[in-house]
């Protein structure tokens, strides 16, 4: 579920590491510090990993090279195919947030990178309230994301957008969910998290939610 970008990451895949390195000015201050903020979030795992979204596998490699077992849920065929060439033996499966195989190993870390706002807020409750049966006490959520800190941050946001003339990424911010703060922080609380948040660009935060 959360599917219906799919297609637009099939077309993606080819130039987004281009993307993230800055290239797309309309996306420069959205991957500002990118390498920081994957860096950040394997810094934050441990264990066994169940990673969404893997994209062409840049955290994937972050998360690897510290060691952890990564088990990797995609469900674009074409970004699959770019971290099935780049790590031919990674536990990669045909998945999304909400739909994915059983994992037969105990999983401690959920990650994912610049990737939830494609479920809507219903949907984000119902992955959380998963995720919190999947994880034993003290399992975690490590997510980094575009959100905002409230209603008023989005349509300051929007605005400041349209004025730089960036009309591709103000079609992204309007149509996908990027939700707040406020909403985040109210899900991980209903299904038994505490949540911490940081700043780490003009766009995205570090979500980190442990299991009580
Ligand atoms: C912007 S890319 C991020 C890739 C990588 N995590 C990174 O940080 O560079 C978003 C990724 O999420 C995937 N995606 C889209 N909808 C999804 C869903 N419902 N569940 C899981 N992944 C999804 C896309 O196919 C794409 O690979």
Redesign the pocket.
Known sequence: ??????D???E??SS?DDT?SGHDVEYKEVFDQ?EV??DTVALKSAGNVL?????????TEKLRSKGLSVFG????TE?RKKTESRFPDLSLFD????SFPKIDAEINTIV????FH??TDE?KDKAIELYSHLLGQNGKIVF?DTAYLHDEDRQARHAKVKEQGFLNLLKDLQTEYYTTLEVLESLFAKHGFSVSFTKMNEYVWLMEAVKK
């Open positions: 579920m959360g599917r219906e970008f799919i637009l990451f099939d993606w895949a987004y993230v990118y903020i994957l990673e969404f979204g893997v994209g062409t596998g840049n955290l849920i995609e469900p674009s970004m998945g999304d947030f909400l994912s990178t610049y990737a494609h479920l949907e980094a």
